[in-house]
């Protein structure tokens, strides 16, 4: 109890920024984006309670329709296409080849460099006149290539998802260190009695880290339905709204001072992350998402 | 035969490699190459090396674009930010892994759950906020906020750390007559150094490139941050890609020297939180 340990007021004192902070940038925005998400307000005027009027104009929206469909496009792209090139990569370099480290290192660059530097990096290879995409492929082919990567209907998603499918250090990372915990005994023991190498991954590596691939997923999956930035930085959500994003389409909505929409897309993402989160946790099997021992 | 497939399940193993090698870093210097170039230059062929590598892009990001003002901005707001959270959270983790009061393990846990909050979502209410407080578009809005966002993380691994410090040194500290803040700054936070280092690191990594809340908090070109600004570059130096990409090399010099210097403890940090139990 409180009370009965004598440092009550220290202990007091030293949880009161935490608890302020926390409350003010986790717990009442839950609240205050949920009941805005009720009303009518421009940010200035007082709110106006409307009930659900905003989810069932929203819903017929045509952009709604195109972002969510980007949104699940951008979440099985990273949940299954990246976690699996990550994988693969990891369960490669915990077998300690040659330069293992360097190579972990190396692949992780890109996740300490800004978003806005990499989307800026990538817009200039994607350019049609200069871009250095059409410069190998005119080198490669012979032929003279000027495609507009990022501003092409048909290759302008497939594009910005690319950049970042390929960027696989941070999962490669979590992975890696899963395996690496695995003890080579297993594998000694595997080796004796004839497993090839195939079979070793497979039938020891891969059950034993199952949960955390299961865990990185679903992160993966989370950061598929927030997307924002580089879509923002590379085509705004262009050519026309075919690459908008709900987080996208979020931003749009505060710059038209139509914040009670913002709010009810804000509680869309909330809500389905959170789905999406307890199902795939649900049906791949379960891990602790923090890591926290219970 | 054997030795046959071996040869080629390693060529396979080996390109695979090279090609997410590759994709990490040719584009970067492809980027950095181009920054030396002149604009011609870079027109007519945009994949040949500098003819002459030289450094008036540099001086053109710095003039027209005023990256010192955008650069100083980001290294106050980064750096007081990473204070602020490393502080809030050292306090806390403190009491947490060295007290005993009622709904701790509780209070612990939702702050730790806080990682899995798609922060994005809080637009609307941060902006909300940081109206109310009156502190829309200045350069304390976004330390707050930056602040308050890695506390979830930076708790965590501060907390890990400051649990596995052995009981019996604070029993000695306290015979010694050391009081309860004394417990903290000389005996509990010094021996938590490494955990210390890493939540900063990532704290600073996070603040320095962040975008969105920048874009979202701030209006003016006096408090801006430099992913802010070279965001900008586009419309400010219309078609000098160059010199614009000279400017994008200057906003990614301090998070690759910190990675440099502190890779083993951004990978240890990251690792922590999603392997451990």
């Not at chain 1, 979440?75 to 040659?98: E, V, Y």
């Not at chain 1, 994003?245 to 979020?250: D, K, N, Y």
């Not at chain 2, 540099?58 to 602020?84: E, G």
């Not at chain 2, 890493?198 to 920048?214: D, H, K, Q």
Request: glycine share 6%.
């Amino acid at each position: 109890m409180l009370v009965k340990n004598k440092n009550w007021k220290w202990i007091l004192i030293f949880m009161i920024p935490i608890t302020a902070m926390y409350t003010a940038f986790f717990i009442y925005p839950f609240g205050f984006v949920f009941f805005s998400s009720l009303t009518a307000w421009n940010g200035i005027s007082p709110m106006e309670f409307i009930g659900f009027e905003n989810y069932s104009k929203l819903l017929q929206a045509s952009t709604l329709q195109i972002s969510v469909r980007n949104n699940i496009i951008w979440s099985l792209s990273l949940g299954f296409l990246q976690i699996g090139l990550a994988t693969i990569i990891a369960f490669i370099l915990a077998r300690r080849p040659r330069f293992w480290k360097t190579l972990r290192t190396v692949y992780f660059v890109p996740k300490v460099i800004s978003g806005v530097a990499i989307a800026m990096l990538w817009k200039a290879v994607y350019n049609a006149e200069y871009g250095a995409l059409n410069a190998v492929l005119t080198l490669i082919t012979g032929q003279e290539w000027s495609h507009n990567w990022l501003g092409a209907f048909n290759t302008a998603l497939p594009a910005i998802i690319a950049q970042e499918v390929m960027y696989i250090g941070y999962f490669m990372i979590i992975i890696l260190a899963g395996v690496m915990s695995i003890p080579t005994s297993y594998y000694e023991a595997a080796e004796i009695d004839g497993a090839s190498v195939w079979q070793q991954e497979t039938l020891i590596t891969l059950p034993v880290v199952w949960g955390i691939i299961v865990t990185a997923m679903t992160l993966a999956m989370a950061y598929g339905l927030r997307h924002f930035e580089a879509t923002f930085l590379m085509t705004g959500g262009g050519p026309g709204h075919s690459t908008s994003t709900l987080a996208l389409m979020m931003y749009d909505k505060i710059g038209a001072r139509k914040l009670g929409e913002a709010s009810t897309i804000g509680t869309i993402l909330v809500v389905v992350g959170f789905f999406v989160i307890v199902t795939l946790n649900k049906t791949l099997g379960s891990k602790s998402l923090t890591g926290e021992d219970q | 035969m054997k030795t046959l497939r071996a040869v080629i399940t390693n060529l396979f193993k080996w390109a695979y490699l090279l090609f997410f090698f590759a994709i990490a870093v040719l584009p970067l210097v492809w980027l950095i190459l181009t920054s030396f170039k002149t604009e011609a230059e870079f027109n007519a062929y945009p994949l040949a090396l500098p003819a002459v590598w030289q450094l008036q892009n540099y001086v053109n990001a710095v003039s027209v674009a005023k990256m010192h003002v955008l650069f100083m901005n980001s290294v106050i707001i980064a750096t007081t930010a990473t204070l602020l959270n490393i502080m809030v959270t050292s306090l806390a983790s403190f009491v947490v892994s060295r007290e005993d009061f009622p709904f701790r393990q509780s209070l612990s846990n939702v702050i730790v759950a806080g990682v899995l909050m798609p922060i994005v979502a809080f637009m609307v209410p941060y902006l909300a906020i940081i109206r109310n407080l009156g502190l829309y578009d200045t350069r304390a809005a976004l330390i707050l906020t930056y602040a308050a966002i890695n506390i979830p993380i930076s708790f965590f691994l501060i907390k890990s750390f400051m649990v596995n410090i052995p009981k019996d040194l604070e029993d000695a500290a306290i015979i010694d007559g050391c009081s309860f803040v004394q417990r903290y700054t000389k005996v509990v936070l010094p021996l938590s150094r490494s955990g210390l280092v890493t939540a900063g690191t990532l704290t600073f990594i996070w603040s320095w490139n962040e975008f969105i809340y920048a874009l979202l908090l701030t209006s003016s070109s006096s408090v801006r941050t430099i992913q802010l600004g070279i965001s900008f570059f586009t419309t400010q130096f219309r078609s000098d890609y160059p010199s614009m990409y000279a400017a994008v090399v200057l906003a990614m010099i301090p998070s690759i020297i910190v990675y440099v210097f502190f890779h083993d403890k951004i990978i240890s940090g990251l690792t922590a939180g999603a392997v451990k139990g």
